[in-house]
């Protein structure tokens, strides 16, 4: 990639780092209150 | 939402496979006799524009549903919608931007284009502002279904943007009738790279409304624990 490389990987980075983040984030996100609400019942049903 | 959490994983397996696939074909691909290898920028703006116009789209679909069933599992695909719509908004500018620099020369024009894609952008900040601001949760989802209701007229104005008025924005990509369409070896990457980011938008639409949910389960929970606290 000779032309314009530069401006092309920004792109794919930008991208791939924006969406992966998000995606990365919202799966912990989703673990970590899945624990939390996993460990909630226990202590109701307890 | 079981639904959501069924289908997650083999969504996730297919947009890899798939984007993958695009990726190979983007990497592959003959640079453009004027662009270069600007042109393979595109393949990620035009799939990022596409997804932008479709998650608000989703979104008007569901917010109208709402209004009329109000349901919450409809109020929560609405959030996850808003997010969604967010990013892939924000990589269209960002990415015309990048592109525009070397093509254009200028990094920005207010374009009619250009500017009505930063209004959907400010419409979706909006709407996530304004589900933030207010603090009863029944009234937030109401509000934030009738202003997204409102800013669907934006979406006409974005696709037709490039026909009703002289833009410096090229004419729709995918028309064929159009001079400047992307066609030839040009074309199976860009619609490879649209089918990966329309399954990447599910993918990532199915993630947030899980999370979405999953959080407000966690703050029932939490409002219930309180109240009994004090009593």
Same mark, same amino acid.
Do not use: C
């Given at each position: ?10 792109? &794919? ?34 | 939402?079981?639904f ?13 496979? %798939?984007l ?6 983007v ?13 393979? *920028?595109? &393949?990620?703006? %035009?799939?990022?524009?596409?997804? #932008?116009?479709? +998650? &608000?789209?989703?979104l ?6 709402? !209004?009329?069933?109000?349901t919450?599992t ?16 924000? *990589?269209?500018?960002?990415?015309? #931007? ?10 920005w ?17 909006g709407l ?20 997204? *209701? ?10 037709? +943007? %490039? ?12 028309a064929?009738? +159009?001079?400047q ?7 199976p990457?860009? !619609? ?13 639409? %199915?993630?947030? +409304? ?22």
């Amino acid at each position: 990639m000779s032309e314009y490389g530069e401006y092309v990987w920004g792109v &794919y980075l930008l991208a791939g780092v924006l969406l992966g983040g998000l995606a990365l984030m919202w799966w912990k996100s989703l673990r970590r209150l899945q624990q939390r609400l996993q460990a909630a019942k226990e202590r109701h049903s307890a | 939402m079981k639904f959501l959490a069924k289908i997650q994983w083999p969504l996730g397996l297919l947009t890899v496979l %798939v984007l993958g696939a695009g990726l190979w074909l983007v990497i592959h691909a003959p640079a453009d006799y004027q662009q270069g290898d600007a042109v393979r *920028i595109l &393949y990620v703006h %035009v799939p990022a524009a596409k997804m #932008s116009l479709l +998650s &608000y789209l989703f979104l008007t679909v569901v917010s109208g549903l709402f !209004l009329w069933r109000r349901t919450e599992t409809l109020d929560i695909l609405a959030e996850a919608s808003v997010a969604v719509g967010a990013a892939f908004t924000f *990589i269209t500018l960002a990415s015309g #931007s990048i592109w525009g620099k070397p093509m254009w020369g200028a990094w920005w024009a207010w374009d009619a284009r250009l500017t009505s894609m930063l209004v959907l952008l400010i419409l979706f900040m909006g709407l996530m502002a304004l589900r933030n601001a207010l603090d009863n949760p029944v009234k937030a989802a109401r509000a934030t279904a009738v202003l997204a *209701i409102i800013g669907a007229v934006d979406l006409p104005i974005i696709h037709f +943007s %490039v026909v009703w008025w002289r833009t410096l924005h090229q004419p729709p990509s995918f028309a064929g009738a +159009s001079k400047q369409a992307i066609t030839g070896d040009l074309l199976p990457p860009l !619609l490879v790279m649209s089918v990966a980011f329309v399954l990447l938008g599910a993918y990532l639409l %199915v993630l947030k +409304s899980r999370e979405v949910s999953a959080r407000r389960q966690w703050e029932a929970l939490e409002t219930e624990r309180l109240e009994h606290g004090h009593e």
